[in-house]
């Protein structure tokens, strides 16, 4: 079927029905194209029928990732939005293997050509050259150490990078120079780097954020397939505050009628694994994501999506999102006001609202690069 279908209400089948350990249930046209094809999963198996292949039943599909090298010549990104929290991003991904169906950052894959849906977790852009990349702009006179987050959009510990090391490339380059670093992720492989971490911690630049978005593993498996369990976050976190890492806990995102009772369990887990401060983001569904998300709570939870759809709708005055900043990250209204209240009272019942701790930052000092294969004098 050609033709520019209306946003958020079309539903593209994926190949042979949905495929075992990933998030997405839809593979989304891209927005930005004038026309689309939307094939259906029907045709397709009647394709594979026909070249003597065996249709594959739900819930047991295959699909593997697919990394393309992304040829990007620079690394440290400006963050321009008023409500973020950090100046500057790092990003080793674009896209990422956990498949997290809410995932804010689903719908950058749009940009490339490719959709926010199964795509956005099955195809990775990988920043090979990142951690040269990295040194060379930290070496520019005119950078001065300020704090970067790593990464911003897409989680740079996401299983591939277990392989590619390209995080771990960045962090000796940080590591270093005493690059002040925010560290967030949802995957234990932060601990492969618990050496670097340790040391960039005794010079007081390094803050790890562990996501904790739910305790139940039924749960976290649906929406995050391809990502730590809940038990193993807060073994994370407790390895990382044994080895004297501040380690903060991210309950994000909070989702109305699905994971929102959670909070005061959550922040009382975290806090006995060692976190020291909390933070929590609602729900956020731009663009396209909107539709993933309504399939995705139909599929698992058909019993109360009506009412979980309502709730999130009186965060945003009726919407499913509200892209204003200020708005975006906290909503507005009851919901969002209880939502908020029932955070504050048990972040300080818990003792996870008197900060990191303060630690004496040692000075950044530029890393030395080669310049036609002669060391900097200066």
Request: glycine share 10%; charged share 25%; net charge positive.
């Amino acid at each position: 079927m050609f033709g520019m279908p209306d946003p958020y209400e079309y539903r593209d089948a994926l190949p042979h029905g949905l495929y075992k350990g990933r998030g997405a249930g839809l593979n989304p046209g891209n927005r930005h194209e004038t026309v689309r094809l939307h094939v259906l999963g029907e045709h397709l198996d009647e394709v594979a029928a026909e070249r003597g292949e065996e249709a594959v039943t739900i819930g047991e599909g295959q699909t593997r990732t697919q990394v393309f090298p992304d040829k990007t010549r620079t690394l440290i990104n400006k963050v321009s939005s008023p409500d973020m929290p950090m100046g500057w991003t790092v990003n080793p991904y674009r896209g990422c293997e956990h498949g997290c169906v809410y995932c804010y950052a689903r719908p950058d894959h749009e940009r490339l050509g490719m959709s926010l849906g199964l795509d956005f977790e099955t195809k990775i852009m990988a920043k090979f050259d990142a951690p040269k990349i990295l040194r060379r702009e930290l070496a520019n006179p005119r950078w001065k150490g300020e704090g970067i987050m790593m990464a911003g959009v897409t989680d740079c510990y996401q299983p591939i990078e277990r392989e590619l090391r390209i995080t771990r490339g960045c962090l000796e380059v940080m590591a270093e120079c005493r690059q002040p670093v925010t560290i967030v992720t949802k995957n234990r492989l932060v601990l492969r780097d618990l050496d670097l971490l340790r040391e960039m911690a005794a010079c007081g630049v390094v803050t790890v954020g562990v996501s904790v978005t739910s305790l139940d593993a039924s749960l976290a498996l649906k929406m995050e397939p391809r990502a730590s369990s809940p038990s193993d976050r807060l073994h994370t976190i407790r390895e990382l505050a044994n080895a004297g890492v501040p380690v903060m806990a991210m309950v994000a995102p909070i989702v109305p009628g699905i994971t929102d009772h959670e909070t005061p369990m959550i922040l009382k887990a975290v806090a006995e694994a060692g976190a020291r401060s909390a933070g929590y983001v609602l729900l956020r569904l731009p663009y396209q994501l909107k539709d993933l998300y309504l399939d995705w709570l139909k599929r698992h939870f058909a019993g109360r999506a009506a009412h979980a759809e309502s709730l999130l709708r009186q965060t945003h005055d009726g919407a499913l999102y509200d892209a204003t900043p200020g708005k975006r990250r906290r909503g507005e209204g009851p919901i969002a006001e209880h939502i908020g209240r029932t955070f504050e009272v048990f972040k300080r019942r818990y003792g996870l609202d008197r900060g990191l701790g303060a630690r004496e930052r040692q000075p950044f000092r530029p890393p030395r690069v080669e310049a036609d294969g002669q060391m900097r004098l200066f």
